[in-house]
């Protein structure tokens, strides 16, 4: 029973995603979502006790799950430079694969600071925590003369802000595939903007 109630939340966060991504979070009610779900109203109560809560779940829980789950990577053994390309690569393809929750959780992200601040806050602080792991492992590199970069912070945040930027132009009918675009970004960021494997 547990595996169905969260397949079928689960269902409820990606179809209200889309509502939200096509007609704004202000302009879809929350009879529209159970309707597009088929369910009643009353049972969607059951998952979610308001739209905001609904929208604390978009904005939140995709990124907060990438995080989670790499920042043992950042953190962990191995060259910084190995560490760096693997996130970075599975950085631009997760976060393709959730570009609507995404594209939602920018544009709400006034309405979610007022009307769930805690969950805002947390978004906030997932970012800060993923971003000094980055920095972290550039400092790294640096200090073991894997990276040639002089500022590591401002390195950190050119190359976050470089693989974010995928989402902006990436078309799947495009010459690359997500896959190829993932591992052309992860290297220019590391072996071109970081300098992994010159000399210092």
């Known amino acids: 029973m547990a595996r169905q109630n969260g397949s079928r939340r689960d269902e409820i966060i990606a179809i209200a995603t889309n509502l939200f991504a096509e007609q704004s979070y202000h302009g879809v009610g929350m009879r529209a979502i159970a309707d597009a779900v088929g369910i009643r109203s009353s ?53 393709w694969e959730h570009r609507r929750q995404r594209m939602v959780g920018l544009r709400e992200l006034g309405t ?15 970012l800060r925590r993923y971003q000094r792991a980055i920095d ?8 073991d003369g894997v990276f040639t970069v002089e500022h590591p912070k401002l390195a950190g945040l050119a190359i976050t802000g470089l693989v974010i930027s ?8 495009g010459e690359l595939s997500i896959e ?21």
Do not use: C, M
């Open 43 to 95: 049972s969607l109560y059951h998952h979610f006790q308001s739209k905001d809560d609904l929208l604390a779940a978009i904005t939140s829980e995709y990124a907060h799950e990438f995080i989670e789950s790499h920042l043992p990577v950042l953190e962990g053994d191995g060259p910084p430079d190995v560490r760096l390309r693997s996130v970075l690569h599975n950085q631009v393809v997760y976060f």
């Open 112 to 126: 979610l600071a007022a009307v769930r601040p805690e969950v805002h806050e947390k978004v906030r602080e997932d």
């Open 136 to 143: 972290q492992a550039i400092a790294e590199g640096v200090r």
């Open 166 to 173: 995928v989402n902006d132009w990436f078309r799947p009918d």
């Open 180 to 200: 190829e675009v993932a591992e052309y970004y992860a290297w220019l960021a590391v072996d071109r903007l970081l300098g992994a494997g010159q000399e210092l």
